[in-house]
């Protein structure tokens, strides 16, 4: 390196501005910028705005098993009734997810934001004041709607809001809430709703009680900006380097703050700038279908079969195991319990899963929670029903090593989209999960009623061991910037 070459790269360490002159690649500019803003109130604000909303979600996507005793007896409802519900919700959970990345790809994921919220609370309103079943069905399915979408683009903006470092983290967080917290949690909130509201209609009360949150979520949601990725995949280049500014100061609310020039437009002049264009020009160079096309094609079908696979495996067993132990002739106030201290495994799952998700592959975390339940899946089903305690502790390893699949996958999922199809890209990973944890319980279900335990644990089992093997065949995205161009090294693919 000769002497001026040295005086050039010292001086852009030192100024962002005169590095970005050198036209570094796009997610070199962003990841650089992230890399050298500490982390402060802005992001924890930014974080705490996505998780509350998720938080409130989960509580609302339990609802229906809250409420489903009273529903049945307010109404006359069967089972079959009551199971319709979450069938609705679950379908308009996939469809909110494909739509929402779709519009965010485009219009923005700030947007969404606050309308799916908004979708979401108008939802519970309509279930809370539903005069009939037919109309209650109706605000199921415009919940699930605002649900899907409002999930996939928290993790998306969670993804692109943090660096390298933190962004692994930050996403797992998500699920911590949802699939932590909030189903953990969903009991809890059913029984105080119940204690504070007796009465034959006090199910609307759960409902109703949601809506409310959902609004304050909305209001504080203001000051959450646009994704500076975003802005900077639209050519909005200035308006990127102001949300990075604010980011750096901490303040989100002040009127004016100085821009500092972290990223820069590209320059014609510059070798690099035919791998630059297609992150700024969104249509120019492809759709959102192109996650079935080149490279994204063999990523979008190992994740799709991955997040099946773990979504068929939690589902299964959260619809289903306290049915199993009344039929090895528990009680049921004694089976829901015993399913309680089970899904406790789920939220240290979560929070294991975001613990490595900094410091471990993520095809390494993957890979050794699915052979952890793989194993619980075995014994699960080599023992039956017969010895509560194995039960017990069986059932929580595997409730902890699903969840940590889950969790990661939709870590791993954003990372392998560029920019401009980021959104659509996550939220079809998102939608194929959820519609195979809404189909795959009544498949484990026949295969219990018609085989047994083992062999519904066994085919639970060969769920783990796909996941195993499938994820081995993309590239690893453990430290690396957020793609955001269509060109990546050869070696990176």
Sequence with gaps: M?????SAQAVGLANPASSNSARAPLAEQIEKAYSGIKLN????YILAMLLLGVFFDSLEQNAVGITGPVLRKFWGLTTGDIGFLNTVTFTMVALGRLLTGAIADRYGRRTLLIVNLLIFAGGSLLCALAPNYAMLAVGRGIVGFGLGGEIAVAVVMASEYFGAKQRGTAVALINVTAAGFGNMLAPAFGILVFTLFPGDDRWRWVFGLLFIPALLVIFFRRWVPETPRFLAQQGKIHEANEVISRLATGNLTQKHVEVTEYITKPDATQANHRAMVPALAPGLEGTRMDIFRGKYLRRTIVLAIGVACS???????????????VASGYT?????????????GSLVGALTAAFFARRLPRKVTLSIAAVIGLAAAGVLGAIGGSTIGMIIVCGWIFNFAVIICNTTIWVFAPENYPTRIRG?????????GSLSGGLFP???????????????FGMLACLFLVIGLVIQLIRETLGQPLEEEDEVPEAAR
């Design 332 to 344: 049921v106030n004694t089976s829901l319990w015993y399913t309680l201290v089970m899904q406790s």
């Design 311 to 325: 979504y068929a495996a939690q589902f299964s067993v959260l619809t289903l195991m306290t049915t199993i132990l």
């Design 442 to 456: 009544m498949i484990a279900g026949k295969i219990f009623d018609a085989y047994g335990l083992a062999s519904m």
């Design 41 to 44: 109130k802005a992001h924890y």
């Design 2 to 6: 000769s002497r001026d070459q040295q």
């Design 424 to 432: 659509f890209g996550t939220a079809f990973i998102l939608a194929v």
